[in-house]
């Protein structure tokens, strides 16, 4: 079921810092194999609770389920999550932080933490109440029942739910759709909607108008612009 190990954890991590910094990646899709997308963090290894040191736990959250979501929403480039089963704890979050989520029919989404005793990590207190509202995020929270795609879909937190045979094709569309764009320009609005949670409007604008500044300098820009005085498709090069 894909429950993440601190190997993968740090592949993901490294993955996604290389697709940032590479122009020729322009969009990335984070989907898993068999029948689940991800149950969750590995708790095979933890410690027991005997042997910890006090601010061992903080530690291994922030430099672990923190970091990997963080990697996630810092990515400057588009990333499509394609949930192909159950996402369970850290599993539903790091769907959650994607730019956009595609769900199968057969998909469920489930803030287990509460069915363990724990408080929910890697971001699920940040993210949840900004996707669906504090309410509704309690409601998830309190009782841990599991969300089917459908379900989740018209709360706001999947963009669309498809047949588990059209997921992969509709994800690979998406991907390409989004590879033929203005890279650039999606890596700073994608910064703008972002930081626009936590902004007051005059800093929101303020943001706005930096990334216009910055915007403006790159060539897809001027290829929008050209292409739309010359009356053609633009021939977008993620740069």
Request: glycine residues 10%; hydrophobic residues 45%.
């Amino acid at each position: 079921m894909n429950a993440v190990t601190r190997d993968q954890r740090e592949r993901i991590i490294a993955l996604l810092g290389d697709a940032s910094a590479d122009p020729g990646v322009r969009a990335v899709v984070l989907t898993a194999t068999g029948r689940g997308f991800c149950a969750g963090a590995d708790l095979r290894g933890a410690p027991a609770s005997g042997e910890r040191v006090p601010g061992d736990v903080a530690r291994t959250i922030r430099l672990g389920a923190q970091r990997l979501i963080g990697a996630v929403l810092d990515c400057e480039k588009p990333v499509i999550a394609a949930v192909n089963g159950t996402a369970a704890g850290i599993g539903a979050h790091l769907a959650f932080a994607c730019d956009l989520v595609l769900a199968a029919e057969s998909a469920r989404f489930i803030e287990v933490f509460v069915r363990r005793g724990l408080v929910p990590d890697g971001g699920g207190a940040y993210l949840l109440p900004r996707l669906v509202g504090p309410q509704r995020a309690k409601e998830l929270m309190f009782f841990g029942d599991a969300l089917p795609a459908a379900d989740a879909r018209t709360m706001g937190l999947v963009n669309r739910v498809v047949a588990a045979e059209e997921l992969e094709k509709t994800a690979r569309e998406w991907a390409e759709r989004l590879a033929r764009g203005p890279t650039r320009a999606l890596a700073l609005t994608k910064q703008l909607v972002n930081a626009s949670l936590d902004a007051d409007r005059a800093s929101a604008f303020a943001a706005e108008a930096a990334a216009q500044e910055i915007n403006m300098a790159t060539r897809d820009a001027n290829e929008g612009v050209a292409s739309f005085v010359e009356r053609r498709t633009p021939r977008y090069e993620g740069r």
